[in-house]
């Protein structure tokens, strides 16, 4: 596929469980975004991979948030002990190196019941 | 703090007509800004940039106007097609680390 691909597309869980939500860029791509979209909101910065260099987590917001990125390229992020309020559309996006325009994949909707 | 604003959720236009989209930003260090267009259960698609260099950047029917004194952009699509009728976010960065997005208008473009 040439585009972003997210996975799952939907997911359900119960308050208080573990999430991973998968992002696999376009292949080339060095730098890797991660937002996430509430309803009514517009896309809320969550993280930032670029290259081998350390990410940028200013977005993250809390701890139960963290996010890896393997080999340069598939990217996992992981809530853990969801709650309510982490019910949103989880976006992925990757660009190339130097460039602004962001490549989003169809994103994740989580809710959290 | 918002610092990427679009204040109308939502703008119907008649087909043919011209579709004006505007936002305004708060941090005078954004350099760069970008406009998205998405449709429902995708993910936003890149439409057209602008650098804080120039005032005006063109791409076919999209034109993106930017006055940095008003801290303020507007997009311009004319003429405005039925397959037009999306929701369009602004973007701003002035890192490239961190981009801050508005929380979109909704554009209805009538047949």
């Known amino acids: 596929g040439a585009g972003v691909s997210q996975s799952p597309s939907n997911k359900v869980t119960e308050k208080g469980k573990d999430v991973e939500l998968r992002c696999d860029p376009i292949?080339?791509?060095?730098?890797l975004y991660w937002y996430r979209q509430s309803l009514g909101q517009g896309l809320e910065f969550l993280i930032y991979?670029?290259?081998?260099?350390?990410?940028?987590k200013s977005g993250l917001p809390s701890d139960r948030f963290s996010a890896e990125r393997t080999g340069g390229s598939v990217s996992t992020l992981t809530i853990q002990r969801t709650q309510q309020e982490d019910s949103a559309v989880y976006l992925c996006?990757?660009?190339?190196?130097?460039?602004?325009?962001?490549?989003f994949g169809p994103g994740t909707r989580l809710t959290v019941t | 703090d918002q610092q990427v604003k679009q204040n109308s959720p939502s703008l119907s236009v008649q087909e043919g007509r011209i579709s004006i989209l505007n936002c305004d930003y708060t941090?005078?260090?954004?350099?760069?800004f970008l406009w998205y267009k998405k449709y429902p259960a995708e993910g936003p698609t890149f439409l057209i940039s602008?650098?804080?260099?120039?005032d005006k950047n063109e791409d076919g029917r999209f034109t993106v106007f930017l006055n940095k004194s008003a801290k303020h952009l507007s997009l311009h699509i004319v003429p405005s097609q039925p397959g037009d009728s999306a929701v369009y976010f602004c973007?701003?960065?002035?890192?490239?680390?961190?981009?801050?997005f508005g929380t979109g208008t909704s554009l209805t473009v009538i047949p």
């Open positions: 996006a990757s660009s190339l190196a130097g460039r602004y325009e962001q490549y």
């Open positions: 292949s080339g791509h060095t730098a």
């Open positions: 991979f670029q290259g081998n260099s350390a990410p940028d």
């Open positions: 941090n005078s260090m954004f350099d760069y």
């Open positions: 602008i650098s804080s260099i120039k």
């Open positions: 973007a701003a960065t002035s890192t490239g680390n961190q981009f801050y």
